[in-house]
């Protein structure tokens, strides 16, 4: 190798390591400016860090505070919740309490409707026979009015007999010897009342002799005479004839019953007469008399 051939290769070599040198710098200088770049940013990023960092200094101060004030709500709060546990405890207590009373209440409520509902049942059963019953006496409601037109009938045919019977009284007994309070009941067998014809055995006549003057006081005979409406009398068994004075003319009669009685001041007297034959049905009149005349009369009916 010759010298110029060594000066080409150096000359060579060294523009070579020029490019490269001129390469490396030129890197080195941008690499260089995005190194200041980035210093550039990161002092601005650190600048915001130092602010924030001062916020949140400031805000942990803040919440310590609030920290503190928490704590101390907490220790108050800690009391509170112990005394609540505690009176939630009782509360427990008295709703288990008042639970198994209302068990026993709910119990005696439910005996309540069940008894409710066996009245409604025997209520509802009960309208239902009445309603039956109705509509048997709607039925029968023309013949009881027809029947009450008859017994008002009847009513006025005995108040009208009764007056008369009370005028010939009037006019036949003496003025201060007479009976008052006529009561004539009528019995069955069974000493029961009844104002059925086909049933009556009985005839119980009851009166009151009150102010009898002290002349008619004494041992009199009384005579009690039962007949019909036309003063014919009743079929007897044992008739009982007698004579008496009635306005100072004597008057034979056929009695029922009579008996001797020591008349006084005031008293009550009764006959009672067994019948011989059933009744007719019709209307009926009850006199007593004494020796001296008629004490009084009463009407009657039987069915």
Do not use: C
């Amino acid at each position: 190798m010759n010298s110029k051939q060594g000066l080409i290769i150096l000359a060579v070599i060294l523009g070579i390591l020029l490019i490269g040198s001129g390469i490396w710098g030129f890197r080195l200088n941008s690499d260089k400016k995005e190194l200041q770049s980035e210093k550039d940013q990161l002092s601005m990023e650190l600048g915001d860090l130092n602010e924030l960092k001062t916020k949140l200094e400031q805000d942990i101060d803040s919440l310590q505070i609030a920290f503190d004030g928490l704590a101390t709500e907490n220790e108050s709060l800690e009391g509170s919740l112990a005394e609540a546990r505690t009176e939630i405890a009782n509360k427990i207590q008295a709703l288990k309490a008042t639970k198994k009373s209302s068990a026993s209440e709910i119990n005696n409520l439910r005996a309540e409707i069940e008894a409710l509902i066996d009245t409604k049942t025997a209520l509802e059963s009960n309208i239902n026979a009445l309603q039956t019953e109705n509509d048997s006496l709607r039925a029968v409601t023309g013949v009881l009015e027809r029947d009450l037109g008859q017994a008002k009938l009847e009513n006025r045919e005995l108040v009208n007999l009764n007056t008369m019977i009370q005028d010939e009284v009037k006019r036949l007994t003496l003025a201060n010897f007479k009976a008052s309070a006529f009561q004539v009941e009528l019995e069955k067998k069974s000493s029961k009342a009844t104002a059925k014809s086909r049933r009556a055995r009985r005839i119980k006549t009851t009166f009151d002799l009150t102010n009898v003057p002290e002349k008619y006081h004494g041992v009199r005979p009384l005579y009690l005479v039962i007949s019909d409406e036309k003063a014919t009398p009743i079929q007897l068994e044992k008739p009982i004839e007698a004579r008496v004075m009635v306005n100072g003319q004597p008057v034979d009669l056929i009695a029922a019953e009579a008996k001797e009685v020591n008349i006084e001041t005031n008293q009550r007297l009764s006959f009672t007469h067994d019948l011989a034959e059933k009744l007719k049905a019709g209307y009926y009149r009850a006199a007593v008399y004494t020796d001296i005349g008629l004490l009084g009369a009463t009407s009657f009916r039987l069915q």
